[in-house]
């Protein structure tokens, strides 16, 4: 039988960034949370991530008796500007699909485990913030992320991984706390621009700007296309206000080489005019939250970036699209963004469109010419 000390040295050897034990009773708290919220939480269970049940580890894996946490540290290595601007960081170098890197070490770990004679799983819904923070790893803020307490200079760029054995080890030290210092007077709740923190530590994920640009049901609603801002896939805001990330976004770091190849194939002039297949081979391995058909999605969220960055640049690109897209969604945003963009070019554009277009897209386009009156 391992000893904690084997599976820590063996963790360490794979670089993983911190590691902690836990036992596998359910997540008492997280159940009556998810039960009492579902009115938020309900479009989790719809689209099958079965969140609930995975609140009792032995749901998934029957023979559970401890889980062991892994923390793997994301942002060690320097990001493009260009992808920063746009994707959440966590996105940038995701292996889930790939499975060439992270995967294979996770792979390697549960190997190593198995040839002692540890029977593992991994599974993608049980609670891996909790577990962390069970396993003693950190504290939780109030934009509900998980903070490392040892690793990644204390920062939110992490990611548990929870992987539940059927051998018990001793249970570290838990701390399910928020570890905010008191004199910060909640920087992220401030910041976040679509009011989806509630400043107790918990979310609305209905509001939160990860959750709309990948799983937003239609047109993204008028009132929330200025708040999302530049962001076409995830956001990071609440993490980039925040003093307990300092450390980590201000240090100088490597840049990493893999992000900086792909970073030309999410311009968004490329994204607004893709393709399935382009969507397909260059996007999709990376983040894959949305599939072929919800391409649409990305082209309205890349409109209303373009027309937030209030870069003229971008007119060209967008009535192009608005005359290779059917899609009634993405038309009205782009229709949207050229009226935030506003200059002439944008307005004769939108004059032309009222002209051919009906519906939906012509109450947008109106809107859009009615919007930028007023501002000029
Ligand atoms: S990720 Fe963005 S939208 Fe979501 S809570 Fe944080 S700041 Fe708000
Ligand atoms: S911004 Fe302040 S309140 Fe929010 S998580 Fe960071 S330290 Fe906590």
Known sequence: MLTKQEIIAEAQRLKFADIGFTGAEPFASQNEYLLAHQEEYGWAEAIGLNLIAATDPRNIFPAAKSIIVLLESYFE????????????????????????????RIKAFRKFLQANGIDSAVPFNVPHRLSAARAGLGTFGKNCLFYSRRAARG?????????????????DEPDIS???????RNACVAACPTRALRGDGKIDPRRCISFLTYYGAGLTPLELREPMGLYVYGCDRCQNVCPRNTNRIMEEKPQNPRVAV????????????????????????HMFYM???????????????MGNSLNPAYVADLIRAFKENSDERVRSMIAWALGRIGNSEA?????????????????EIRQAVKSSVKKS
């Open 155 to 171: 920062s939110s760029f992490v990611f548990p991984i929870a992987v539940v054995v059927d051998q018990e080890f001793a249970a």
């Open 291 to 305: 599939s072929a058909d919800d391409i649409w999605r990305w082209k309205m969220n890349v409109a209303r970036a």
């Open 77 to 104: 290595e320097s990001f493009p500007q260009q992808m920063e601007r746009h994707f959440g960081r966590c996105y940038l170098d995701d292996d889930r699909v790939t499975k060439d890197r992270l995967a294979l």
């Open 178 to 184: 928020i570890g905010c210092p008191d004199w910060c």
């Open 347 to 363: 307005m004769a554009a939108l004059e032309m469109f009222s002209k051919d277009n009906s519906g939906a897209v012509l109450d």
């Open 262 to 285: 792909k970073s030309p194939d999410f311009d968004l002039s490329l994204l607004l005019h893709m393709d399935k297949s382009y969507f397909v081979q260059k996007i999709w391995p």
